[in-house]
């Protein structure tokens, strides 16, 4: 019979936020950010992600406003990322893998034998 708690993985999000615990930086802005740079469009990216134009412009402005830096720049009649807004995705990809790996250890040395019957 297989064990048990090899049917059972761990999850976990992370994002970051102000002080005032308003969302700077997390999954969503990453996607968006990632289909603005792939489409070159604010709106193609919208469309994409199922979101109105306003809502994804509203997001990225309110984290620009927060980090006080800009993310995404006009270029003709599209758009294009910051050079601040691909090292951003860049280390935000990198801590996703760090947390995912050690929460995947942390999970196996402390929960997993807890799980089995």
């Known amino acids: 019979m297989p064990d048990k708690s090899s049917q059972f993985v761990i999850r976990s999000k992370i994002w970051i936020e102000d002080i005032q615990g308003n969302v700077i930086f997390g999954l969503g802005r990453y996607r968006m950010l990632d289909a603005i740079g792939r489409t070159g469009s604010l709106q193609a990216a919208a469309t994409e992600m199922k979101m109105s134009y306003k809502a994804l412009w509203m997001r990225i402005r309110a984290s620009e ?53």
């Open 65 to 117: 406003k927060r980090m006080g830096q800009q993310l995404v720049v006009r270029q003709g009649r599209g758009s294009r990322l910051t050079a601040y807004a691909q090292s951003l995705m860049k280390q935000f990809k990198r801590l996703q893998l760090i947390v995912l790996k050690e929460s995947d250890e942390v999970y196996e040395s402390l929960m997993a034998g807890h799980l089995s019957s």
